[in-house]
């Protein structure tokens, strides 16, 4: 039901799922487990899988705290798109590889929950996309605000229930569950 005329494909979209920045997550060790199932069963199906990376003063290009998670394997076949802002589509040449791939509808997975995955979750749905969220498969952690620390938990419950049934014209998102999900 996306905007895009001629595609029809879906996507998986991994991102920044690199050691700097998954480092005290919430359930990563899961997490990244449900993106691995999700990789596998998209490898299966011949579903393209995008791998993002972010960079910042952070996270130096080619450092440790830059790279992957070692529990994840992209393989050379697969895009990796490296990007400087949160959302994946910024300054990317990620709306291309999509475009070429014929992908209309992307999983999301990554982290963290409430930066880099909710800016490209909606600057995705802005530009015409379908998404799932896959509600096991992204993670953040406790987030400094103004009395106190917002814990992690709180901050992925709010932004799956704020992604359930969100629509606009001619585009939606669902939430599932790794284990749901087929391609």
Not at 17 to 28: E, H, K, S, T
Not at 45 to 57: A, M, R
Not at 87 to 113: M, N, P, R, V, Y
Not at 144 to 169: A, V
Request: proline share 4%; aromatic share 6%.
């Amino acid at each position: 039901m996306s905007t895009f005329e001629n595609r029809g494909h879906k996507g998986l979209l991994v991102i920044d799922v690199q050691n700097g920045v998954v480092a005290n997550a919430l359930n990563r060790e899961s997490v990244i487990a449900n993106i691995n199932l999700l990789v596998d069963k998209a490898r299966a199906t011949q579903t393209p899988v995008i791998w993002v990376q972010h960079s910042d003063e952070g996270l130096i290009l080619e450092s440790h705290e830059w790279e992957i998670v070692p529990e994840l394997h992209p393989s050379e076949s697969e895009p990796i798109v490296r990007k400087n802002y949160r959302s994946s589509f910024e300054a990317t040449d990620l709306d291309q590889i999509l475009e070429e791939k014929g992908i209309d509808h992307l999983l999301i997975t990554g982290a963290q929950t409430d930066m880099c995955v909710r800016h490209t979750s909606h600057a995705a749905l802005e530009r015409g996309y379908d998404i799932t969220i896959v509600e096991d498969g992204h993670t953040t952690m406790d987030e400094p605000w103004d009395d106190g620390p917002i814990p992690s938990k709180t901050i992925i419950d709010e932004f799956n229930r704020s992604f359930h049934n969100y629509r606009l014209p001619g585009r939606s998102t669902t939430i599932a569950t790794a284990e749901s999900i087929t391609f």
